[in-house]
């Protein structure tokens, strides 16, 4: 059989289809090695992860895998693994900074802070800035530290409280902390405030809300909580600046001396934060809000506690001046006697300054209009602040009077105001309380 000669057409298209063959059959044994690695990884067992090694020795997340399943009981293999997971990828941050910190254990400082260094050199998010504060807080670099530690602060991604807290070690000063930080994001000015909350420290909460106030229009609700803070904290006089600042978000006016109570009228629902009313939570009342007219009315069951805080509030006021508390309400089946009264105590030492007498249907006056044996007076009474005296508390109590059963019946406060007397005044109101119409209950 005569032998058939090749042309070089012929040879180079046998030649691809050769090549081709051996290509696919690479892919496929490559694909196959790949799964078998992939599979025997994702066991997470420290045999398996060595399989997968083996299998495929170029892919770098393998030994850095069995690394970390052997950081803690072989660190002197997990340092060596890391380290051959970085030359194989050398952008791979996280195993960057596990060799840094084992180096750091191993007290191979120069290392570890090359391996850090290199995990930022990779990566620029969050985590490897933070990795490079806290090594320089450990080894006490104040100044490298602050240089990360703002880099940082630029992309905290959830809570910024663990970086504040390094911040606060190293240098307890809030403002310090803003300057060095530069903090941009309201959410993480808001997060610093709340950290200081923690500390204790007023002017430093203080500093920092007012940053916050200044620099953003956001942040209304940390504020709130700063004021109440600072509040609790037998510091009314730097509430007050922070509620004054609020008061240009809000409806609500600015508070001094000589115009001393928020939402004097009950025109709004009352906040429970800051200079506004505080409202608790009593078992056995309810309160309502009305409109028209503008009321804040309470409703007894007759199953509330012996004695609890119906509603509070702080105002500013001037020292050794006489003032005139006076309430205008309306009632509906609340007896002689009832234990309902308001009470004016000094913020700073709680000594009661006045009280006036119980509210009740008695109290109010006669019957008013057609709302069912419903009343409405006003009640007095006056008192002269303490020398020194900034702030007085003005607080509706219920005390269960001995005798008597739990109240039962609706009670609804039409206006609050606290202004400037006279003895005159004072003298006059004492004869007798005005009357006033009955809210609608």
């Known amino acids: 059989m005569p032998c058939r000669v090749l042309n070089t057409k012929q040879v180079c298209g046998v030649a691809i289809t050769g090549l081709c063959l051996v290509a696919l059959a690479v892919g496929i044994v490559w694909n196959g090695l790949f799964a078998v690695g992939d599979l025997s990884a994702r066991r997470n067992q420290t045999d398996s992860t060595r399989l997968a090694m083996r299998l495929m020795p170029a892919n770098a997340a393998y030994p850095a895998q069995l690394a970390d399943e052997l950081y803690a009981s072989d660190p002197s293999e997990a340092k060596s693994l890391l380290q051959r997971a970085v030359n194989l990828n050398r952008f791979d941050a996280a195993s960057w900074i596990q060799l840094g910190l084992l180096s750091e254990a191993g007290n191979d400082l120069p290392q570890a802070e090359n391996s850090l260094l290199q995990a930022a050199g990779a990566d620029s998010t969050f985590l ?15 100044a490298r530290f602050w240089y990360w ?10 809570d910024a409280t663990p ?15 803003e300057n060095r930080l530069q903090m941009k994001r309201p959410v993480v000015e808001g997060q610093f405030v709340n950290f200081l909350l923690t500390q204790g420290d007023p002017e430093a909460v203080t500093e920092a809300a007012s940053h916050l106030l200044q620099t953003s229009d956001q942040g209304t609700e940390t504020l709130l909580g700063a004021c109440d803070w600072l509040l609790a904290h037998k510091r009314p006089d730097l509430a007050l600046g922070l509620w004054n600042g609020l008061a240009t978000r809000t409806s609500y006016p600015s508070l001094g001396a000589d115009s001393p109570v928020t939402n004097n009228d009950f025109g709004k629902s009352p906040l429970s934060h800051g200079f506004d009313w505080h409202l608790p939570t009593v ?17 007894f069951s007759g199953e509330e506690p012996d004695s609890f805080l119906l ?36 913020e700073q030492t709680g000594a009661v300054l006045a009280k006036t007498t119980s509210l009740s ?18 009640v007095t009474t006056c008192f002269t602040t303490p020398a020194n005296a900034a702030f007085v508390n003005l607080s509706l109590l219920y005390q269960r009077q001995p005798g008597t059963v739990r109240v039962e ?5 039409k206006a609050v105001r606290l202004l400037a007397a006279t003895a005159g005044d004072c003298a006059a109101e004492k004869i007798s309380d005005s009357r006033a119409d009955s809210p609608a209950l």
């Open 283 to 299: 078992e056995g009342v309810s309160s309502f809000l009305n409109a028209n007219p503008k009321t804040l009315g309470f409703e």
């Open 149 to 158: 530690a703002q880099k940082a602060a630029q992309m905290v991604p959830d």
């Open 163 to 177: 970086l504040f807290r390094l911040a606060w070690y190293v240098n307890p000063n809030a403002q310090e902390i």
């Open 361 to 378: 249907s008695e109290q109010a006056g006669e019957k008013v209009g057609e709302q069912g044996g419903e009343q409405g007076g006003k």
């Open 128 to 142: 490897p800035s933070w990795s490079l504060a806290n090594f320089y807080f450990r080894q006490q670099n104040a």
């Open 409 to 413: 019946g609706k009670l609804a406060l």
């Open 311 to 346: 509603l509070s509030q702080t105002a500013p006021v001037h020292a050794q001046k006489t003032y005139a508390l006076t309430v205008d309400y309306g009632t509906s089946g609340i007896p002689p006697r009832s234990g309902i009264e308001w009470q004016v105590t000094d």
